[in-house]
């Protein structure tokens, strides 16, 4: 691993000589934006639109704007001169459980490994948090922004998670409408969605989980290298509608039978659309074969498809569904 930080963890007077090392990877798929008439890659250069010629980094300075087209001007040096004395230390000030953090806090995850001296102060600290089972509090700066951290131990190695200031997490109350969902819940619906969740309760598997979409566009990337022709399906449009109670039985029955729909109840095939009405729109039947899609394509260079997703058009002949039943203000639930 390549070392991004050297400092030192204290809490009281024992300093630890630690290595920071990035403890996650950015997978995203990066793509260059092309000019569409010829394919080269567009470049952007910086500019500065009073003077109206091209700026040199040297020449560039921050400035923080207090008031609109009005900025107060800093030279690095001086953001640098704050951060001197904090930059290589995480500082614990206290002790917690780690239940007592919201997730919701929790930003970026680093590897703390031993440093080139202080071993011994390392194992130490590592054993204190496992016996304990507390993790530390602490205060960093890295890169000139200063933030909290969770000081504690991933699998045999003390890791630091940073995470965010209070006034940095938004309010749930501030998100629109959440108070229409308050209302009564129908105590059936309540029931077979609680049955839903329980057939579908697993231990977490972080393994069993794969980013779909990025091995679909990889399938795509490398069916185009070499030169297959690429069709883009239009998405099938969703007629049928089916009532909520509706919705939770044929979930639950899928999964009790362990019909091959079920596998779309798994967690890869997206939730089922509801309507402001309480209505779930299930996706409809999959397109007739045709022409190489680009969906095919990727699934192709990506090894495979994905589960099938769960519901579906109604069967010929079967029945018509119950029209959506309005509640006022009843939540609505979404299934998966």
Same mark, same amino acid.
């Given at each position: 691993?390549?070392?991004?930080? #050297?400092?030192?963890?204290?809490?009281?007077?024992?300093?630890?000589?630690?290595?920071?090392?990035?403890?996650?990877?950015?997978?995203?798929?990066?793509?260059?934006?092309?000019?569409?008439?010829?394919?080269?890659?567009?470049?952007?250069?910086?500019?500065?639109?009073?003077?109206?010629? &091209?700026?040199?980094?040297?020449?560039?300075? #921050?400035?923080?704007?207090?008031?609109?087209?009005?900025?107060?001007?800093?030279?690095?040096?001086?953001?640098?001169?704050?951060? $001197?004395?904090?930059?290589?230390?995480? #500082?614990?000030?206290?002790?917690?459980?780690?239940?007592?953090?919201?997730?919701?806090?929790?930003?970026?995850?680093?590897?703390?490994?031993?440093?080139?001296?202080?071993?011994?102060?390392?194992? *130490?600290? +590592? $054993?204190?948090?496992?016996?304990?089972g507390k993790i530390g509090i602490a205060k960093v700066t890295i890169r000139n922004k200063s933030s909290l951290a969770a000081i504690r131990i991933v699998d045999g190695c003390i890791s630091m998670e940073t995470i965010f200031y209070p006034d940095e997490v938004r309010s749930a109350q501030n998100v629109p409408n959440v108070h229409l969902t308050?209302?009564?819940?129908?105590?059936?619906?309540?029931?077979?969605?609680?049955? *839903?969740?329980?057939?579908?309760?697993?231990?977490?598997?972080?393994?069993?989980?794969?980013?779909?979409?990025?091995?679909?566009?990889? @399938? *795509?990337?490398?069916? #185009?290298?070499?030169?297959?022709?690429?069709?883009?399906?239009?998405?099938?449009?969703?007629?049928?509608?089916?009532?909520?109670?509706?919705? +939770?039985?044929?979930?639950?029955?899928?999964?009790?039978? @362990?019909?091959?729909?079920?596998?779309?109840?798994?967690?890869?095939?997206?939730?089922?659309?509801?309507?402001?009405?309480?209505?779930?729109?299930?996706?409809?039947?999959?397109?007739?074969?045709?022409?190489?899609?680009?969906?095919?394509?990727?699934? $192709?260079?990506?090894?495979?498809?994905?589960?099938?997703?769960?519901? @579906?058009?109604?069967?010929? @002949?079967?029945?018509?569904?119950?029209? &959506?039943?309005?509640?006022?203000?009843?939540?609505?639930?979404?299934?998966?």
């Amino acid at each position: 691993m390549h070392t991004i930080w #050297k400092g030192a963890i204290s809490f009281g007077l024992v300093n630890i000589p630690v290595k920071m090392y990035a403890a996650t990877e950015d997978k995203d798929i990066s793509m260059r934006m092309l000019h569409r008439v010829c394919g080269t890659p567009i470049s952007y250069s910086r500019r500065c639109p009073h003077c109206e010629v &091209p700026v040199e980094n040297e020449a560039i300075m #921050k400035g923080f704007e207090y008031e609109k087209g009005r900025f107060v001007r800093f030279e690095k040096d001086e953001l640098d001169a704050l951060a $001197a004395d904090a930059s290589r230390e995480i #500082k614990i000030i206290d002790f917690v459980n780690l239940s007592e953090i919201d997730p919701i806090y929790f930003q970026k995850t680093y590897y703390l490994g031993p440093g080139d001296t202080g071993a011994n102060a390392y194992g *130490l600290l +590592l $054993a204190a948090l496992a016996d304990t089972g507390k993790i530390g509090i602490a205060k960093v700066t890295i890169r000139n922004k200063s933030s909290l951290a969770a000081i504690r131990i991933v699998d045999g190695c003390i890791s630091m998670e940073t995470i965010f200031y209070p006034d940095e997490v938004r309010s749930a109350q501030n998100v629109p409408n959440v108070h229409l969902t308050r209302g009564v819940v129908s105590e059936r619906e309540l029931t077979m969605a609680k049955m *839903l969740i329980d057939q579908l309760s697993v231990p977490f598997e972080p393994n069993k989980y794969r980013d779909d979409y990025r091995e679909q566009v990889m @399938g *795509l990337i490398q069916a #185009k290298i070499a030169g297959q022709e690429i069709e883009v399906s239009p998405e099938p449009r969703r007629t049928n509608v089916v009532d909520l109670m509706s919705a +939770l039985q044929a979930s639950l029955q899928a999964v009790q039978s @362990g019909a091959p729909a079920a596998a779309g109840l798994d967690r890869s095939a997206p939730p089922l659309p509801v309507t402001s009405e309480g209505a779930v729109l299930p996706p409809a039947a999959p397109p007739k074969r045709g022409r190489r899609t680009a969906g095919a394509a990727a699934a $192709a260079g990506a090894g495979g498809a994905g589960a099938p997703a769960a519901g @579906g058009a109604q069967a010929p @002949g079967a029945p018509e569904p119950a029209p &959506p039943r309005g509640r006022g203000r009843k939540s609505p639930v979404g299934t998966r």
